[in-house]
């Protein structure tokens, strides 16, 4: 029911998070886009197994969107950090009535071509103290990694720790099924181990 998609690292400037990513695991990312209905902006990096890794900050030079943005950035401080997970499916609402409280609404969102649905969470907060994967439905539109160049990196673990890691197992059991997927108790936190053309890396 839902397939890992792709991994936000949050920034409170897009070009300090492309340079976290960068530094970390070694490689130039490529540049992505606007998401007016937000007043975001990313930049991507295209990974092994048909998913991706995108650096995501407020874009400056939007509008204020009248809402609370997505992945609690208007919370957000401090240095760049992989902040979000977030998975697929391919019905949105069915995924939504197995999901805990607090998925928030499903919102339309386009950027170019690109048109996705997504429930990322109430005013921006995810459920389960904000460990609960977002979660997307791309429809008939390319899942953007066939569109990013290959660099070889490939995702070995994505450690999530939560402070209610219980729950959160107990929650994905039936409808995840991943074992690159590592739930800890702790406080919040996401960790991703890749194998990389120049050995082993890590995102935090």
Not at 23 to 34: E, H, S
Not at 42 to 63: F, Q, R
Not at 142 to 166: E, K, N, Q, Y
Request: with cysteine.
């Amino acid at each position: 029911m839902l397939k890992l998609d792709h991994l936000a690292v949050a920034a409170t400037d897009l070009d300090a998070g492309r340079d976290h990513i960068e530094a970390a695991l070694g490689v130039t990312m490529q540049p992505g886009g606007k998401h007016a209905n937000f007043g975001t902006h990313n930049m991507l990096l295209g990974l092994e197994d048909g998913i991706y890794l995108e650096a995501i900050a407020i874009d400056p030079d939007a509008p204020d969107p009248g809402r609370r943005r997505w992945f609690d950035l208007d919370d957000f401080t401090g240095p760049p950090r992989l902040t979000n997970w977030i998975c697929q499916t391919r019905d949105i609402d069915e995924a939504l009535a197995l999901a805990p409280v607090g998925m928030g609404p499903v919102t339309d969102q386009r950027r170019d071509e690109l048109h996705w649905q997504m429930a990322a969470g109430e005013n921006g907060h995810l459920p389960l103290e904000g460990s609960f994967p977002a979660v997307i439905a791309w429809g008939d539109t390319p899942h953007p990694s066939t569109r990013l160049a290959s660099t070889g990196l490939r995702l070995d673990r994505l450690i999530v720790t939560s402070p209610v890691a219980d729950a959160l197992r107990s929650t994905l059991r039936h409808v995840l099924a991943d074992s690159r997927i590592v739930i800890e108790q702790g406080d919040k936190g996401l960790r991703a181990e890749f194998s990389t053309p120049s050995g082993h890396r890590v995102l935090e």
